[in-house]
């Protein structure tokens, strides 16, 4: 694995553990202190994380995005939103299913969708990007 790749796995953490907080937290304030059903609730708060974390993404994470397509974007809240389904068919099966308090189970259906995330964030941000740019950037991170 690369410098630049571990950079960037690095900021890819800090920035999931910072849209992970605001995540959980709003997921246990919209369900314990507002009353909504806790998928509602998780459906609300994943959003909200995920309009962050598309910014960390783009001026954050993957540094070589540059300005962003119509159509990346479009693709970036596409994945988001199939995240999103993935996230409360998890939670759904853990809690409902298999009695887990929701909670619990969003800590399970995290560490499963930021797999998801990972990859087709990437892949939505950067696409395919050229070798000569990619190599100018790891050329760039190992000065650093």
């Known amino acids: 694995m690369s410098k630049y790749t571990r950079k960037e796995l690095y900021r890819f953490f800090l920035s999931g553990c910072v849209c992970f907080l605001i995540d959980y937290s709003l997921l246990f304030i ?3 202190w507002i009353g909504f059903y806790y998928l509602f609730s998780s459906g609300i708060s994943f959003s909200i994380s995920l309009i962050v974390n ?3 993404c783009t001026h954050y994470i993957f540094k070589e995005a ?3 397509k119509k159509s990346q974007i479009f ?3 596409i994945t988001g939103v199939m995240g999103l389904g993935l996230n409360q068919l998890c939670i759904w099966i853990f809690s409902s299913v298999c009695g887990i308090y929701y909670m619990l189970s969003k800590l399970a259906a995290t560490s499963i969708v ?3 995330n990972y990859l ?3 892949w939505a941000i950067i696409g395919k990007s050229s070798q ?3 190599a100018d950037l790891q050329a760039k ?3 650093i």
């Open 54 to 56: 598309y910014l960390f």
């Open 75 to 77: 693709l970036f809240f």
């Open 114 to 116: 930021m797999i998801w």
């Open 30 to 32: 919209l369900t314990e």
């Open 120 to 122: 087709t964030k990437r």
């Open 132 to 134: 000569k740019k990619k």
């Open 66 to 68: 540059g300005h962003q």
């Open 141 to 143: 991170c190992n000065r």
